[in-house]
């Protein structure tokens, strides 16, 4: 019969592997990377993972179904978009308390890179559960590795507003951005998005189109934004597919900025914003993406 010192430690020691196989019946959160394209570039791991889950979670079930099958895999689908992740949170949950393993995944690629599914890594998070990375391919950072521009830093900026205003605005909230930026954009709106980037960013500016990464029709545009937005407009196979679109950073420029300010305040008032910018960057000699800035600064102002 031991003292009551090594009965307490005892107690002590049960209760800590009492906790340790408590938490060990809990689930996790498996946040899985599917091909983008080629079924070769599914994981092994990850592969595991979606045959032993309880259920996958994904935006559309129908393409995802399809996957599965090409892989051999019969796990129970849920869907999980923009308009229920909020009502699917308590479901997961719940599961994961359970013991359950839940896999989710997106169309193609990283899940959460433009796809909907944060809210549910915060809430399991925030539950105190298991989430994990199961990474694999990505089509920004693949597009981005081949790109052969610099990689040091980069802003993965998504998809730009469809309407063509809206996405002048945005591009000239990242004219002077000094790093690669990074989009995704949608085949029918690839030339007319290169037409503004070009007008907005500047022609100069070294790019590369890259259209079906990792698929039989796998292709790399490479050249200036002026070149690549006059060959989108004539080519229609630059118009299919996905697309991912790498352009280089803004180049440090230096600039009379009074002066600038100056002469677009006399043109603003007399001209629309966007001739307005394209004139003072000629007369000053600036930059054509800092004017614009400019002008749109100046006219929010005003």
Excluded: W
Excluded at 2 to 31: D, F, I, N, P
Excluded at 73 to 85: G, K, M, W
Excluded at 125 to 132: P, Q, Y
Excluded at 145 to 163: H, M, Q, V, Y
Aim: glycine fraction near 6%.
């Amino acid at each position: 019969m031991g003292s009551k010192h090594q009965r307490t430690r005892a107690a002590g020691a049960q209760s800590a592997a009492e906790m340790t196989a408590s938490v060990q019946k809990s689930g996790a959160l498996y946040v899985v990377a599917t091909p983008i394209g080629n079924l070769a570039d599914l994981s092994a791991r990850a592969r595991e993972i979606l045959c032993g889950a309880a259920v996958i979670l994904a935006e559309d079930t129908r393409h995802t179904a399809q996957l599965l099958a090409a892989c051999g895999i019969s796990t129970p689908l849920a869907s999980v978009h923009e308009h229920n992740e909020a009502q699917r949170v308590p479901e997961v949950v719940e599961r994961l308390r359970r013991g359950e393993q839940v896999a989710l995944v997106s169309d193609a690629g990283t899940p959460l890179v433009s796809d909907p599914g944060y809210r549910i890594v915060q809430a399991v998070a925030d539950a105190g559960l298991d989430v994990r990375a199961v990474p694999g391919p990505c089509a920004a950072i693949a597009a981005l590795s081949i790109a052969g521009l610099p990689s040091d830093r980069f802003a993965f900026e998504g998809f730009l507003p469809s309407k063509s205003a809206a996405r002048r605005n945005r591009l000239g909230e990242l004219a002077q951005v000094p790093h690669t930026l990074i989009f995704y954009e949608a085949p029918h709106r690839v030339a007319e998005t290169l037409a503004d980037l070009a007008q907005v960013l500047g022609a100069e500016r070294r790019t590369v189109v890259a259209r079906e990464l990792t698929k039989v029709f796998e292709t790399a545009y490479r050249g200036t934004l002026g070149e690549l937005a006059a060959r989108a407009a004539q080519e229609p196979d630059m118009q299919r597919g996905e697309i991912v679109i790498v352009v280089t950073g803004a180049a440090a420029a230096v600039t009379d900025t009074a002066e600038l300010q100056r002469v677009l305040r006399l043109l603003l008032a007399q001209l629309p914003l966007r001739q307005a910018a394209e004139l003072a960057a000629q007369l000053t000699q600036t930059a054509p993406n800092a004017a614009y800035k400019l002008a749109l600064q100046l006219k929010r102002g005003d």
